[in-house]
């Protein structure tokens, strides 16, 4: 039996996610003795591929290329993880949403500390109207809250993943 | 008797025309709100004027309270001749003719014969139409303030409970808690300290306006009725709060509080007895959870108005802390007629468990709309159809909204239900303070239920989260819904909030906020589904909104 | 005071009358989520998170507002109340802007305890993401409305407490906000006598002291406590 194809993808977080999935350490050899890693920043593939297993989702969905990308990902994908708060509540990204995305622009750009006179219109993707949390967008089969989510909780979701079952994370993980 | 502080109002208004001898005909223009926002006050001085002009010596012109008909004002009535006079113009010399009329007892409609008055009973409206609301001896005239009399030199505070409990008059505020029985647990409340009378005339349904008419039309008779109630239980002080967006209701009321009181009917020694009552007016400043009683009772204290739970019952620690007895304005306005004529006779009209007659503020999608008060137990369709004249434009009659925002939408089919208290309840909606509109095939059912969400989001006392918070998401569902961007599980998690927001709100406003949504979930789920599957809104009321990119908003 | 037998959960307790069934199930070590409760305050009876079930009653009964009676039969837990508790959680969560990653009171906050007690992963309602606004003017602590859940303890502590009842509530429905001085600047509070005792029962990151980074807002349960005993006493 082929083993199954993990993914990890990261739209618009700190990528502190990354990082504690990375905190698993040595546990990482055992997850990749059961696993294959498919896509994610942490391996070279340019395309996300089908046919899927399991995709891990850092980051809330700011962006029209957030958007694109995580619509693409669900079609390909059999059970989608949202990890970590911002996938899971928008977090600090949708801390944007009371102001809207021309205000912050304004600050971040036209008033604020980059030195640059007005936003990039070219090679960045536009922002969306509101952050949204992944699931507001695609359905999503787990979430595991946490900011980031702890190595034990992802180590202890991804265990229960591989294995066929889908983790019960409600006394797992929490906000913040 | 002017008043000092009403006296330049007055002044720029007609005398009423008075003959010393006998009379063809009296014309009775309407001073309630609804006439008088269509400029009844013009007519009463023109005409006045033009009586006075033509040398007649036998024609009457005063100022009545409300005649019914409200939507068709100015009204003028001509009891001598039974007709009533619908859209009565201010124009000097059609004002002539009609005076004509008046005199030979032509035009207009046979108030007898027309079937909008015919079906109705008059108990708590018998004297709107007939006294003039800023006189306290017109009342007195017609047998006003016999009842008071009778009760504190005739009856003891416990006959009077009793004749209350036997007439089977349940509180008209909404809830129906039977009056007798609220009474005699106030009578039987406290240690001989303080107890108060609170008249709640808070109204504040969207759209109704039956309290506001009987105090604009006929103070005299709820004051009457807080005095004997006043007496039953044994309280000497009370309060009428009433909201500031009723000027006139405030300006009547503290006008016959203090007629009454000089009539020695008020305050002190009434009836030259030794009960005396002493009552003042309180005036909200509009929010509908002000017409809660505990949120009521703590806006008189001066403190912030939002409900409480309760026990404790006001009946048992009220107003400052004190035993207090609480009604609505036509539960009081009922009591008058109950001590004169006996609480079996009031018990004789009506049907089931609810006795009496109601008042209701009919409108919508109905012929004629205005005030009617019919006895429980006349069919929906009865009062649509016959007194209302059914359903204008050949539009088909769809459903009956009872009960204000906390009550429901009752469908066509079901129009034959008698109009009584559990019947309502059991079709989903409730009796309410008498708000009925009427609504035809064009109305949409899920944009009503968003439209009373709405009604209850922003009335939200903002106290206890299901209500405050729970009340904005269903608003944003049903939105979503109208506008053709709601899926299946938008429709399942508004049920499931809706029926959290009942269960756990803490007052009958978040309670009742879920009511319109479930009613019209019940009757007309097809249309929910209409929007949700087919984004169409069968009424052709709902604009489909285009589906946003990121279905942002959600 | 007499003495009350009841059930509760099945278990045989008793209590004196007059007292609330939050208190009763406390001292027999059953357990009630609350938020606006706070031993030694007054009861407002608003999160409706205490909510249980009584028998013969028609709706749950809010447990910190209801008196035990004789023979009364109380059920704290039942999939529905439950299903209740994480709706009310999620309201509040949505209703502002709670991001704890940012907050004052990350690991130490009250919302976030009872989130995790009731086994909330998500949440299905949208973010409202009002501008609720901050007031930072006090020399020593300063409220962020965007995390207010509204529970009203600044305003019964500050009362009831502290006798200075600078702390009111304002407007009605999603503008409510709790207020200094009738909407006077916090900083600028005549009555205001700094005593932090707001900030201390704050379930919430609303109220804070200044000069405490994100999770830092903690060493304030053992000030509660204090309240609670002062107040018996009274
Ligand atoms: C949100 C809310 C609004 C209410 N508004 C009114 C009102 O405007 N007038 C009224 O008489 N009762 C109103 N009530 C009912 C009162 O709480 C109370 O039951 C009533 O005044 C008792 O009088 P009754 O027994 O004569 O009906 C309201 C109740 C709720 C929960
Ligand atoms: S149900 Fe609504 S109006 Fe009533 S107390 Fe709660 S928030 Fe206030
Ligand atoms: S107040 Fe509590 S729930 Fe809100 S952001 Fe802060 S830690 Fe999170
Ligand atoms: S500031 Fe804190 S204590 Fe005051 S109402 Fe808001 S959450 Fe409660
Ligand atoms: S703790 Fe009882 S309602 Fe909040």
Not at chain 1, 1 to 23: V, Y
Not at chain 2, 238 to 250: F, H, I, K, N, S
Not at chain 2, 471 to 483: A, E, G, K, P, W
Request: glycine share 10%; aromatic share 6%; net charge negative.
């Amino acid at each position: 039996m082929a083993k199954p194809r993990l993914a990890t993808i990261w739209l618009d977080g700190c990528s502190g996610c990354h990082m504690s999935f990375l905190d698993l350490d040595e546990r990482l050899f055992d997850v990749f003795a059961r696993a294959e890693l498919v896509y994610g920043p942490l391996v070279d593939a340019k395309e996300f591929p089908e046919d899927v297993d399991v995709t891990l989702v850092e980051g809330a969905v700011s962006t029209e290329d957030d958007l694109r990308r995580v619509r693409e990902v669900r079609a390909k994908t059999k059970i989608l993880v949202s990890l970590g708060d911002c996938a899971v509540t928008a977090n600090v990204p949708g801390m944007r949403n009371p102001l809207g995305p021309k205000a912050i622009l304004e600050t971040a750009y036209a008033s604020g500390v980059t030195g640059a006179s007005a936003a990039p219109s070219e090679w960045v993707p536009a922002l969306l109207e509101r952050v949204q949390p992944v699931h507001a967008v695609v359905p999503v089969d787990v979430y595991l809250p946490g900011c980031p989510p702890s190595a034990d909780v992802i180590a202890e979701a991804i265990d229960q993943l591989l294995a066929g079952q889908l983790p019960d994370t409600a006394h797992l993980a929490s906000f913040g | 008797m002017p008043e000092p502080d009403d006296a330049p109002a007055r002044a720029r208004h007609h005398e009423p025309v008075l003959p010393e001898g006998p009379v063809r005909a009296t014309a009775n223009v309407c001073h309630a709100a609804g006439c008088l926002s269509l400029g009844s006050d013009l007519v009463f001085d023109r005409l006045c004027e033009r009586v006075e002009a033509s040398g007649t010596d036998d024609v009457g012109v005063r100022r009545v309270g409300c005649l019914g008909l409200c939507a068709q004002g100015p009204l003028v009535k001509v009891p001598e001749h039974d007709r009533l006079y619908a859209k009565v113009p201010a124009e000097p010399d059609e004002l002539d003719q009609l005076v004509e009329q008046f005199r030979s007892g032509t035009g207009g409609l046979v108030v007898s014969e027309d079937p909008f008055f015919a079906r109705q009973v008059k108990v708590v409206l018998r004297h709107c139409g007939s006294v003039d609301p800023e006189e306290v001896e017109d009342y007195v005239a017609k047998g006003g303030y016999a009842a008071l009399r009778r009760a504190v030199t005739e009856m003891t505070p416990e006959e009077v409970v009793a004749e209350v409990t036997e007439s089977g008059l349940r509180g008209r505020g909404g809830a129906g808690y039977p009056t007798g029985l609220k009474w005699a647990t106030v009578a039987k409340s406290g240690e001989g300290g303080h107890k108060y009378v609170v008249c709640n005339a808070d109204e504040g349904d969207p759209g109704a306006f039956m309290d506001r008419s009987v105090l604009e039309s006929c103070p005299q008779q709820v004051l009457e009725g807080m005095a004997i109630a006043a007496y039953a239980v044994g309280a000497n002080e009370g309060y009428v709060y009433v909201r500031a967006e009723y000027p006139l209701t405030v300006r009547r009321l503290n006008s016959a509080i203090r007629q009454a009181e000089r009539a020695g009917l008020l305050g002190t020694a009434i009836a030259d007895t030794s009960f005396s009552f002493h009552l003042e007016v309180r005036i909200g400043a509009g929010a509908f959870v002000c017409g809660e009683e505990t949120a009521l009772l703590a806006s008189i204290e001066g403190r912030r108005g939002t409900p409480r739970p309760r026990p404790p019952y006001p009946a048992a620690a009220g107003l400052f802390g004190e035993p207090t007895l609480i009604n609505n304005v036509e539960t009081f306005a009922s009591i008058s007629a109950i001590i004169e004529r006996g609480g079996r006779w009031y018990a004789a009209i009506g049907a089931n468990k609810s006795r009496g007659t109601k008042v209701f503020a009919l409108a919508g999608a109905v012929e004629r709309t205005g005030l009617i008060e019919v006895p429980m137990g006349l069919s929906l369709r009865q009062i649509v159809f016959e007194i209302g004249g059914g359903v204008p434009g050949g539009h088909r009659c769809k459903a009956v909204q009872t009960g204000g925002p906390s009550g429901g939408c009752i469908p066509e089919e079901l129009l034959d239900m008698p109009v009584d208290y559990e019947s309502l309840v059991s079709a989903g909606s409730i009796m309410g303070s008498g708000g009925m509109i009427v609504m035809d095939e064009t109305t949409c059912m899920v944009d009503v239920a968003r439209y009373f969400m709405d009604f209850c989001r922003e009335e939200s006392c903002s106290r206890c989260v299901p209500c405050r918070a729970g009340t904005v998401q269903m608003h944003r569902l049903l939105d979503r819904i109208c506008s053709g961007l709601a899926t299946r599980a938008d429709l399942e998690r508004l049920e499931r909030l809706a029926a959290m927001v009942q269960r756990a709100s803490l007052c009958g406003l978040g309670q009742g906020a879920p009511s319109t949504v479930f009613s019209t979930l019940r009757y007309f789920k097809d249309e929910y589904l209409a929007h949700i599957d087919h984004r169409t809104c069968p009424a052709g009321v709902c604009e489909m909104a285009p589906f946003e990119m990121a279905g942002s908003g959600r | 005071m007499s003495v009350v037998t009841l059930v509760i959960d099945g278990h045989d307790v008793a209590g004196q009358s007059g007292q609330s069934i939050l208190s009763v199930a406390r001292e027999h070590g059953i357990a009630i989520p609350t938020l606006c409760h706070l031993d030694g305050l007054s009861e407002v009876g608003a999160c409706r998170l205490c909510m249980v079930e009584v028998r013969g009653a028609r709706r749950p009964l809010a447990a910190c507002v209801t008196e035990v009676q004789e023979h009364m039969e109380v059920t704290t837990t039942t999939d529905e109340l439950t299903d209740y508790r994480r709706q009310i959680i999620e309201l509040l969560f949505t209703e502002r802007n709670h991001v704890c990653a940012v907050c004052i009171a990350n690991r130490h906050c009250e919302l976030q305890d009872l989130a995790k007690a009731l086994g909330m992963t998500h949440f299905d309602l949208p973010a409202l993401n009002p501008s609720a606004g901050v007031d930072a003017s006090h020399e020593r602590f300063g409220i962020d409305h965007n995390r207010c859940v509204l529970c009203t303890r600044c305003v019964r502590v500050c009362a009831e407490i502290e006798g200075a009842h600078t702390w009111d509530v304002r407007g009605r429905a999603s503008e409510a906000r709790v207020i200094t001085d009738l909407g006077t600047p916090w900083g600028e509070s005549p009555t205001c006598t700094s005593c932090g005792k707001c900030v201390q029962v704050c379930p919430t990151g609303a109220l804070f002291e200044k000069g405490r980074a994100v999770a830092e807002g903690k060493e304030r349960r053992p000030y509660v406590p204090f309240l609670v005993a002062r107040n018996r006493r009274s």
